[in-house]
């Protein structure tokens, strides 16, 4: 109990603090004299040993809540959300592999040559994966171009139409009231059939890396939903990208061919079956974001490394390369279709949804003296990118505690529609910004008050898709906007863009975020070459890129995996220095302020999400504190009866219980022997193998690790597995289906100790043993991710159902 | 007998190089100096083969000289009003004719060299082909192809209906404005206006038209000019009636559109407000954790480090 003392005195306390002598007032016990012999004697009572419903994580147990007497407030209570809550509706993966009986049998069976077929399917899994993820992104960009483009056509005819006779009030109208409409469906297919199918989809992806369970989030309807959703949403004229969805949409799809089977569509394929299970299906997954990536930008290196700075606990050499693969696959697919499509075959120049266009070295080179001024765009992008995540914060906040009725959702998703269309209509009304039509690539040009034969600049930037937006900005030649056209445009797009995010509307923020940088990096270059005179910085193009890189890293802050994507997208390597420069200045400015906008996200979804470490002032606490106690253990042995009442009790929602001696005399605390999970424990019951059965020969044939594959992933709940009055009497045997070498810690670990081992190995369950190998508690993730380093410290997650 | 064969050759080369020259005051000094170089190197006595073009390459070369000289003639002169491609269409296909005679012709020499190879590919410059590529781009960039008929003279239908109306609606801005002159009210168009809207409208018409066919008939959707003398008259009529004349006055309605707008910036308020204040607010159950400690103990990890 060093470890403890040591802390009491480390604490350091203000003794005028009341509240601080208050709360030391109420830990005497457990922090002072050491819960190891008093609390310990008291959690390892019979009584409170092999009971069902005394459940790690819930507590509605009258014995817990006389322990925590000393808190006045009753349990359970209601708070309204915010930030600092762990969801109970999260699972962990299991990545750990279950080395029981039953699987060292299989290996034994399988040969050498199967092995190697298994890797080969590996192989031919990881092309699909990007065939098909080029191919869904073809299908999106197809269909938002033709939609986009008869939307703006109708729009602007009427526009045309009614700048000669009068009556522009109606153009608005049904500019407005298209958007709105068009929105309206997608939201509604997202609000109603799948939610999780809203925003960008980089966060869920994000956390099923990380080892998470979302529920749905791979799911086959979620990838109609999403993909239907990202094409409305971009027709429907919102501030959004169909980037970030394509991430999902890999995602998806890698898990669905692993699988070689759709629950949704109720088929199954009967191949790939080796791969049904957390372990195999993550690596595809993580393929699967890869390619995503890969075909939205056009960056399949990118694609590897996002994947790599996104999930990289589990990674290893083979699996890089195998994912290398399926992005280049990815890219190589949606390159040929798009080529055939736009009728030069085999061209091969359009690798991704957004080509930012070729940066000619000699034009829009740049000089050394340009790296401050780029460095200088960094802080800019970072502090603007902070604005924008905490502005989208209070937002999301008020989104989840006022507006959760999905109603509510579908209608405020429509009247960001219709204000995005008359903010632009608005714009384009007041601006004065007429550029000569002719030698301009613009696709939409509106003449509304200008003269004949030239364009209302505006237009170009409102009147568009964002992707088209973005590569104006880029390439339109020096002269193309006036600096109030830009000023107001990005002013104006910031905040549509901020409001937009979190919508119930599938929908990406790479594009909007690209989209505003370039507009304030252009502007920016144009005011350099009018405060030097027009003589270096020839170029607004440049400076549109570096905003635009700003910007991004600023709102998202990745690093490595972003530099590598501008700097693909853009086909320009010499752009990675100054690309990398401006990123890591926009990262470090913006952490100053707040975190970024996925991690934002993720904690606003309270899903338990582990970072790469355990927070740094934490090695005081100990597995100890840590742990959920008192733990729910099987006998080795076990009544099917037993195992009934622990499995259906509804407070709880345990799905791994260590497995312990069985003793026929329950008195005695018995040491651990394997860790059983809940499917397995379903499985088991469902096929009655009991021990009555199987000496009476009834079981017909043993369980093989087939049978735990084939309920994958969706295993049946409890309550629809019958088992009659007699069976309850019946006995279990877990010995070979346990795992039977579950990993450890003893008490006194520290939790960055814990941390690293439960993130390093991918663990779902941690059993805390003392010295005699006796189970005192189980560490999972939440018991884990409560912990936080906030503004003031160490801080704590409550845990709510959500 | 073969040297003086070979000397005989070149004299009679020399004499029809010389011939064209002497009928071209400007070029006279210049053939003359070639001459006199040529004739000094035979005097020193250099060997046979020396840089002298065959007197059919030298035929070639001078016509294509010419040719050049006269299109690029053409071509400044019609630089504006722009009339490229109506008035020295003729020329630049002559010029593309005389070009590949160059590159097919074989000198009738029996060596193996032609004329392609001495008159193109023979020395650093090329002036012949940088000559001829300057008229190739400028000819892809005016996009000429487009309003000419295909291998033959003239305008094609719709760019001669065009011009017609082109030249029909000037003389409308023009017989209208000498009726203003006499009314002592320059600033004021009004007439002009009034009475050339009808060929105005046809003419901008007209030309939308075109282009929208010319963006259907282009299959890749990209750089779908027409070409330069129909842009570029569109373009001074386009300007002279919304600029110089001012008769494109559009209905700005600006108090419906502000109506309207300041209408649908209205609807987010009412809804935030409304559902802040009369939807439910959703509430988390908070559940309490079982573990040894008390949650109380964690306020000394947070005012340990505050």
């Known amino acids: ?802 | 007998m073969a040297p003086l064969c070979r000397q005989l050759l070149l004299l009679f080369a020399l004499a029809l190089a010389l011939g064209p020259a002497a009928g071209l005051d400007a070029l006279g000094e210049a053939e003359e100096l070639a001459a006199v170089m040529a004739a000094e190197l035979r005097a020193a006595g250099l060997p046979g083969d020396l840089p002298e073009l065959e007197p059919e390459c030298r035929r070639l070369l001078t016509a294509f000289a010419e040719g050049s000289a006269t299109l690029s003639g053409c071509l400044a002169r019609r630089a504006r009003p722009v009339r490229l491609c109506q008035a020295c269409g003729g020329l630049y296909r002559s010029l593309l004719t005389q070009y590949g005679d160059i590159a097919r012709a074989v000198g009738n020499s029996s060596e193996s060299h032609n004329c392609a190879k001495s008159i193109l590919t023979s020395d650093r410059l090329q002036v012949v082909v940088t000559l001829s590529s300057f008229f190739n781009d400028t000819w892809e960039a005016a996009n000429c192809a487009n309003c000419i008929k295909n291998n033959s003279e003239g305008l094609s239908n719709s760019t001669q209906e065009f011009m017609d109306l082109f030249n029909k609606s000037l003389a409308c801005f023009e017989h209208n404005l000498q009726g203003q002159a006499m009314d002592l009210s320059p600033n004021n168009y009004t007439e002009v206006c009034k009475n050339c809207n009808g060929t105005y409208k046809k003419l901008n018409d007209l030309y939308n038209k075109l282009q929208r066919l010319n963006r259907h008939g282009d299959e890749s959707g990209h750089s779908a000019h027409l070409c330069i003398d129909v842009e570029d008259a569109m373009n001074i009529t386009r300007k002279l009636w919304s600029r110089t004349f001012n008769c494109s006055v559009p209905c700005s309605d600006t108090v419906p559109v502000i109506a309207v707008s300041s209408f649908i910036l209205f609807l987010p308020v009412v809804f935030y407000l409304s559902s802040f204040l009369h939807s439910k607010q959703k509430k988390r159950i908070l559940i309490l954790p079982k573990r040894i400690q008390s949650n109380a103990s964690l306020v000394n990890i947070q005012e340990k480090y505050s």
């Open chain 1, 1 to 802: 109990m060093a470890n403890v003392a040591k802390k009491v005195s480390w604490s350091g306390r203000d003794p005028r603090d009341d509240e601080d002598e208050r709360a030391g007032e109420t830990t005497p016990l457990l922090n002072g004299t050491g819960p190891g012999s008093a609390g310990g004697a008291r959690q390892f009572t019979p009584s409170s040993f092999l009971r069902p419903g005394q459940l790690s994580n819930v507590d509605l147990n009258e014995d817990i809540r006389e322990l925590e007497t000393e808190l006045p407030r009753p349990y359970p209570n209601e708070i309204p959300h915010n930030e600092k809550l762990l969801s109970l509706k999260y699972e962990s993966l299991d990545y750990d592999n279950s080395e029981n009986q039953l699987f060292l049998e299989e290996e034994r069976r399988i040969n050498h040559a199967a092995f190697r077929t298994v890797e080969i399917k590996r192989w031919v899994i990881c092309a699909m994966i990007g065939i098909l993820t080029g191919l869904v992104a073809c299908f999106i960009d197809i269909v938002v171009e033709n939609l986009a483009g008869l939307k703006y056509r109708v729009v602007k005819d009427n526009i045309d139409k009614f700048t000669e006779k009068g009556g522009l009030s109606f153009s608005l109208l049904l500019w407005a009231t298209l958007n709105a409409s068009v929105v309206m469906v997608g939201s509604v297919i997202v609000a109603f059939i799948e939610p999780v199918a809203a925003g960008s989809g980089i966060p869920q992806i994000k956390c099923y890396l990380n080892g998470v369970k979302i529920p749905h989030v791979v799911r086959l309807k979620t990838l109609v939903i999403k993909v239907c959703g990202v094409i409305l949403s971009v027709v429907g004229g919102l501030a959004v990208g169909k980037e970030g969805p394509m991430i999902h949409s890999g995602a998806v799809i890698a898990a669905g061919i692993s699988q070689g089977r759709s629950t949704s569509l109720k088929r199954d394929f009967k191949i790939f079956e080796y791969f049904r299970r957390d372990t195999e299906k993550r690596d595809f997954v993580s393929a699967g974001a890869a390619a995503g990536v890969s075909a939205a930008f056009g960056a399949p290196v990118g694609g590897v490394l996002f994947s790599l700075e996104e999930g990289a606990s589990f990674w290893n050499q083979f699996l890089t390369w195998r994912i290398f693969f399926a992005s280049m696959i990815s890219t190589f697919t949606l390159n040929s279709v798009l080529s055939v499509y736009h009728g030069n075959a085999w061209d091969l120049s359009s690798p991704g949804l957004i080509n930012f266009g070729r940066f000619d070295s000699e034009k829009m080179g740049y000089t050394i003296q340009e790296i401050p001024i780029f460095i200088f765009m960094g802080v800019v992008g970072g502090i603007l990118g902070a604005l924008f995540n905490a502005l989208n914060y209070w937002l999301t906040m008020f989104r989840i505690r006022y507006i959760h009725r999905p109603c509510l959702q579908v209608i405020e998703a429509m009247l960001v529609a219709a204000v995005t269309a008359a903010v632009g209509f608005v714009m384009i009304y007041c601006s004065r910004d007429c550029q000569p039509i002719q030698g301009s690539s613009v696709a939409y040009p509106l003449q509304l008050f200008c003269a004949d034969g030239e364009y209302n600049s505006m237009a170009t930037a409102f009147f568009n898709t964002p992707e088209k937006s973005v590569v104006n900005l880029f390439h339109d030649p020096p002269g193309s906007y006036n600096p109030m056209t830009l000023g107001m445009f990005t002013l104006m797009y910031f905040f549509l863009a901020c409001w937009t995010y979190g919508l119930t509307v599938s929908a990406g923020v790479f594009i909007p975020s690209l989209l505003i940088g370039a507009a304030w990096g252009r502007l920016f270059g144009i005011s350099l070459s009018y405060l030097s005179k027009g003589s270096i910085w020839a170029d607004p193009g440049k400076y549109a890129l570096m905003g635009a890189a700003a910007q991004l890293g600023g709102i998202v802050r990745m690093t490595l995996s972003l530099t590598v994507i501008m700097m693909e997208a853009t086909g320009n390597v010499t752009y990675g220095f100054p690309i990398m420069l401006v990123l890591m200045t926009a990262k470090i400015v913006g952490d100053y302020f707040v975190e970024g906008l996925y991690d934002m996200h993720i904690q606003l979804q309270s899903v338990p999400f582990l970072h790469w470490e355990a927070p740094v002032t934490s090695h005081s606490l100990t597995a100890r504190e840590v742990m959920s106690t008192p733990v729910t253990c099987l006998r080795r042995i076990e009544r099917v009866g037993t195992v009934v009442d622990i499995l259906s009790d509804t407070s709880s929602n345990h799905n791994g219980f260590p497995v312990v001696e069985s003793n026929p005399n329950t008195t005695q605390v018995a040491g651990l022997r394997g860790l059983i999970l809940r499917s397995q424990l379903i499985v088991l019951l469902k096929h009655k193998v009991f021990v009555e059965r199987a000496n009476l020969n009834l079981v017909q044939r043993r369980l093989k690790l087939k049978d735990f594959r084939d309920a994958y992933p969706r295993f049946p709940p409890i309550q629809s597995i019958h088992v009659s009055q007699d069976e309850r009497e019946c006995m279990i045997d877990l010995s070979e289906f346990m795992n039977p070498s579950p990993y450890t810690v003893p008490r006194e670990a520290s939790l960055p100790r814990v941390f690293k081992l439960f993130r390093a190995l991918g663990l779902r369950h941690l059993v805390v043993v003392n010295n005699h190998n006796e189970v005192v508690g189980m560490v999972t993730r939440k018991d884990l991710a409560r912990y936080r380093l906030g503004k003031e410290g160490l801080e704590e997650l409550s845990l709510a159902q959500t």
